[in-house]
């Protein structure tokens, strides 16, 4: 029985609400966030970080997280949209755990992004279609990464009950 799944996907597929929803399901079983636990960790926000040190300097401290979640037990990790493409951690998420890519396309993703007040560094300021074609080129580069997940699902029909179904719960 796996004691930790990854989900992973870009900005706005749903990870953290699935994540939760998940976690409520699976008695005894929590939701971490991985950049709120970024955020806990280093007391600093997602975008003061890159303000302050980069997207290179925030890379750096999620991998170190990432390393310190995979230890955990019981628990849905919900991965930030860049984890899986940088060192070596869609390895470190794929030997500790069970990984599923939340797929959707780039106009599904635009349009959940409409609705979603997280602020994102990467995305800060960009609507419409500049929007949708930023999705659309970073969606490009980093699906090769998101791929290497054990279970695709899709994330525009799939319900807690077909996550369940998976997870083996
Ligand atoms: C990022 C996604 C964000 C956060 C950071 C960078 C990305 O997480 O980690 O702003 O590179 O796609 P969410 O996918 O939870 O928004």
Redesign the pocket.
Known sequence: MTKRVYLIG??GSG??TMGRWLADTMKDWSFIDL?TFIENKYHQT?PDIFAEKGEDGFRKMEAACLKEVSSFENVIV?A???TPCFFDNMEVMNETGLTIYLQLTPQDTYDRLQTSK?P???IDGMEGQKLVDFITQKLSERESFYKKAQIIADAKNWEVKDYIKLIGK
């Open positions: 870009f900005m990870k953290s950049d997602i919900g930030g949209g860049g997280n994102r560094p990467l």
